[in-house]
Protein backbone atom coordinates (compact mmCIF):
# COMPACT_ATOMS: atom_id res chain seq x y z
CA UNK A 1 0.00 0.00 0.00
CA UNK A 2 1.08 3.26 -0.70
CA UNK A 3 1.67 5.94 1.48
CA UNK A 4 -0.11 9.62 1.44
CA UNK A 5 3.74 11.14 1.00
CA UNK A 6 4.11 8.13 -1.65
CA UNK A 7 1.01 8.92 -2.97
CA UNK A 8 1.98 12.99 -2.99
CA UNK A 9 4.93 12.49 -4.82
CA UNK A 10 3.81 10.20 -7.54
CA UNK A 11 0.52 12.86 -8.52
CA UNK A 12 3.19 15.30 -8.53
CA UNK A 13 5.28 13.36 -10.92
CA UNK A 14 1.94 12.08 -13.20
CA UNK A 15 0.66 15.83 -13.05
CA UNK A 16 2.74 16.39 -16.66
CA UNK A 17 2.10 12.97 -18.05
CA UNK A 18 -0.82 12.68 -20.76
CA UNK A 19 -3.63 9.61 -20.84
CA UNK A 20 -2.23 7.27 -23.00
CA UNK A 21 -5.10 4.69 -22.50
CA UNK A 22 -8.56 5.52 -22.95
CA UNK A 23 -11.78 3.53 -21.79
CA UNK A 24 -15.02 3.92 -23.91
CA UNK A 25 -18.27 2.74 -24.35
CA UNK A 26 -16.93 -1.53 -23.71
CA UNK A 27 -15.42 -0.47 -20.15
CA UNK A 28 -12.42 -2.30 -19.06
CA UNK A 29 -12.37 -5.35 -20.92
CA UNK A 30 -9.07 -8.10 -20.37
CA UNK A 31 -7.38 -7.50 -23.71
CA UNK A 32 -6.99 -3.62 -22.21
CA UNK A 33 -5.92 -4.66 -18.70
CA UNK A 34 -2.96 -6.61 -20.35
CA UNK A 35 -1.81 -3.92 -22.47
CA UNK A 36 -2.19 -1.33 -19.41
CA UNK A 37 -0.01 -4.11 -17.29
CA UNK A 38 2.64 -3.95 -20.03
CA UNK A 39 2.91 -0.31 -20.13
CA UNK A 40 3.17 -0.12 -16.19
CA UNK A 41 5.72 -2.53 -16.76
CA UNK A 42 7.46 -0.17 -18.77
CA UNK A 43 6.23 3.19 -17.24
CA UNK A 44 5.29 2.13 -13.66
CA UNK A 45 3.15 5.20 -13.88
CA UNK A 46 0.06 6.25 -16.22
CA UNK A 47 -2.82 7.91 -16.92
CA UNK A 48 -5.91 6.05 -18.23
CA UNK A 49 -8.55 8.97 -19.87
CA UNK A 50 -12.28 7.82 -18.77
CA UNK A 51 -14.42 8.72 -22.02
CA UNK A 52 -18.12 10.34 -22.24
CA UNK A 53 -19.54 7.50 -23.77
CA UNK A 54 -18.97 5.01 -20.83
CA UNK A 55 -21.21 3.08 -19.24
CA UNK A 56 -19.26 2.72 -15.88
CA UNK A 57 -18.56 4.82 -13.03
CA UNK A 58 -15.46 6.19 -13.13
CA UNK A 59 -14.59 4.68 -9.71
CA UNK A 60 -15.82 1.57 -10.99
CA UNK A 61 -13.20 1.46 -13.88
CA UNK A 62 -10.78 2.39 -11.16
CA UNK A 63 -11.45 -0.36 -9.43
CA UNK A 64 -11.53 -2.89 -12.84
CA UNK A 65 -8.17 -1.34 -13.56
CA UNK A 66 -6.37 -1.81 -10.50
CA UNK A 67 -7.82 -5.38 -9.80
CA UNK A 68 -6.80 -6.41 -13.62
CA UNK A 69 -3.37 -4.80 -13.58
CA UNK A 70 -2.70 -5.16 -9.81
CA UNK A 71 -1.47 -1.79 -9.77
CA UNK A 72 -1.88 1.00 -6.90
CA UNK A 73 -4.21 3.17 -7.72
CA UNK A 74 -3.00 6.75 -6.86
CA UNK A 75 -5.80 9.01 -7.83
CA UNK A 76 -8.61 9.52 -9.55
CA UNK A 77 -9.25 13.37 -10.89
CA UNK A 78 -12.22 14.23 -13.01
CA UNK A 79 -12.01 11.24 -16.01
CA UNK A 80 -8.62 10.65 -15.37
CA UNK A 81 -7.67 7.65 -13.46
CA UNK A 82 -3.88 7.69 -12.68
CA UNK A 83 -1.77 3.99 -11.81
CA UNK A 84 1.53 3.18 -10.35
CA UNK A 85 3.05 0.04 -10.56
CA UNK A 86 6.39 -0.69 -9.59
CA UNK A 87 8.58 -2.16 -12.56
CA UNK A 88 10.99 -5.42 -12.45
CA UNK A 89 12.96 -4.13 -15.07
CA UNK A 90 12.80 -0.23 -15.84
CA UNK A 91 12.70 0.51 -12.04
CA UNK A 92 12.71 5.00 -12.87
CA UNK A 93 10.81 6.00 -9.92
CA UNK A 94 12.13 6.44 -6.43
CA UNK A 95 8.95 6.52 -4.03
CA UNK A 96 9.94 8.13 -0.58
CA UNK A 97 10.70 6.23 2.50
CA UNK A 98 7.88 5.71 4.53
CA UNK A 99 8.19 6.16 8.43
Known sequence: ???GKQKRFLRAAAHHLDP???VGKGG???NMTK???EALEVRELLKVSILQNCDDDRNTVASELVEGTKAE???????TV???K????????E????R
Open 1 to 3: MLT
Open 20 to 22: IFQ
Open 28 to 30: VNE
Open 35 to 37: QIS
Open 73 to 79: LVQVIGN
Open 82 to 84: VLY
Open 86 to 93: ESRENKQL
Open 95 to 98: LPKS
